[in-house]
C-alpha cells in the first residue's frame, strides 16, 4: 500500500503571504487539500493544479461538515496513500481542533506532520498596531476561548483565574457573547476601564478595529454590528495603537478594488495592491483560449525562423507561442536568428521567463510606437515580420508595418473568451466596488458584457490609452488613466488618486 501522509498546517491569520514556506510546500505536493472556512481560498493557488479541495467549513451554526466526519476524511484518504493537507486558519494547535484531529491520526496509525501557522491571536493585533506584550507594560499573555463546547453542561472558563492574570488578555471566537463574557469578567475584578480592541477579518483588506473598554465594548460592538471572525484583546497595550497603527495607514486600506483579468494572468496588480493594504479581489472577464485555427498558427510557429522579426504584444500572447514552439521543437535553437520585439515590460519579461531576450520594446508601451522601435535595430524594408497576437486585435499595428516596407504575417495566437461565473463576479454582484481596474481592451469589453450592477460612486481606472478608448466605447466613464503603462504605473495612479480626491469610508474612528 502507498504511504499516505497528512499535513496539518497552519494558513495564516488571512493575508495569504503569511503562510509559512514550509506550508507553501506541502500545498504543492498535495493529493488533497482540506481547507476550513477561515483558511483565505487563494492559498489554494499554491496547490498543484490536479488536487482535490475539500471544504470542510465549520462557521458556528453552519457545520459544513461535522467534526468527526472530517477526522474519518482525513484517515481515510491518508490511509489509501494521499499527501493530505488540513488547511486551518491561524496555528493549527490554537483553539482548532487540530489537536483532535492529530489524534484521530495517530490513533489510525496515520503519518502525519504539523506546521505551525501565525496565529490571528497574536497577528491580529500586531495589525490593529498593537504588540501583545511590551517591557513597559506586562510580563504575561493570557489566550482563551470566549466559546465553549456546546456540549458541555458547565463552563470551564475560569473568569477569575482570567480577570486576575496580569498583562494581556486575548479572547478568540465568542465575539457574539461579548456582553456576558465581559460581565462575567468584570465581576471576577477587571477594571471597566481596561482598553480593549477588537480586531475583525484581520490582516486583510477588510479588517475592522474598535476601540473600547471593558465596560463598554459589548455595547459598542452591538451598536456598530461588529460580526466575527474576530479577536478581542484586553490591556493597556491596546493603547499603543494610538502610535503603532501602521497597516491601517498604508494607503490603500481598505480600498475595495475590483481587478479585472483572466484567468491566466498572474495575480501581480491584486497582489501589490493588497501589499499597500488594499481589499483587492479579482474578477476574471475572460478566459484564454488556443487559437481557433490551430493549424496555422502552428504553421507560423513552425517557421518563425525564417522571419527577420517576431512581435508579440501580451504575456498572453508570449506564451500561446513559446508553447507552440516548444511542442514542436526540442531545442530553443530552433528559433533562428529572429529578433524579438515585445510591446511592453510585462511581454517582454514573459518573453525572457522562455530564455529569449528582446531586441526591441518601444519607450511608452503603445501599438503605434514599437515599429518605430524596431527600425532603431534596423530599416524594416522588405523584412518578414511574424504578428502573433489575439483574434480580433486591431488593424493598427500590421498597417503602420506594412507602411514602413516591412511584409507582415499577422497570425492568430490565442482569443479571449468571456468568463461568465466564478466567485469575484458572485463578489462583485453583491459586495460591489470604490474602484474597478482595466489593463486590456479586451478586460473592459468583457467586463461590460457580463452588465454587472453598477456600484454607487464607483471609479473606473485604466492602465492607458488604448483600454481607455475601449472603456469609453463600452460606456464606461474613466475616472483615471494611468501615465506609466503597466502595472506599477497603474498603482501608482491609484495610490494618486485616493490620496488626493476621497476621504476612507473604512477608518470609521
Ligand atoms: N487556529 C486559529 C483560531 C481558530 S478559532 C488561529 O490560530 O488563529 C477561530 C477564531 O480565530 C475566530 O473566531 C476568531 O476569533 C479568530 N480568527 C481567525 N482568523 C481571524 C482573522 N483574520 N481576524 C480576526 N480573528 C480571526
Redesign the pocket.
Known sequence: MPNGICYLV?AG??DPLLLTLKGRDCLAKADVVVCDH?ANPALLQFAGAGAEIVHAGKKAGDHAMAQAAINQLLVERTQGGATVVRL?????F???R?GEEAEALAEAGCAFEVVP?V???IA?PAYAGIPVTHRAHNTMLTIF?G?EDPGKSSTTLDYGAIARAPGTKV???G?ERLQAITENLMAAGMSPQTPVAL??????GQ?KTLCSTAGEVAGAAAKADFK????AVFGEVVDLRGSLNWFESLPLFGRRIAVTRTRRQGGELAARLRSLGADAYEVPTIRIEPAPDKRAFYEAVAYAHGYDWLVLTSPNGADAFFEAFFEIYKDARDLGAVRIAAIGPATAARVRSYRFQVDAMPERFLAGEIAAAMEKETSLENLKVLLARASGADGELPAGLSQRGAIVDDVVAYRTMPETGGAGIQRYRTEGADLVTFTSASTAENFQSLALPEPKGVVYASIGPVTSRAMREQGLAVGLEASRHDIPGLVEAIVAFFKKTHSNPHLDE
Open positions: 497552519g491569520p488571512g477561515l486551518k486558519g491561524g496555528d493549527p490554537l483553539f482548532g487540530g501557522g496565529t490571528s491571536a491580529g476561548t466559546h479572547m478568540l471566537m465575539i480586531v475583525r477579518w484581520a490582516t486583510t479588517q466575527p471572525p474576530a479577536v
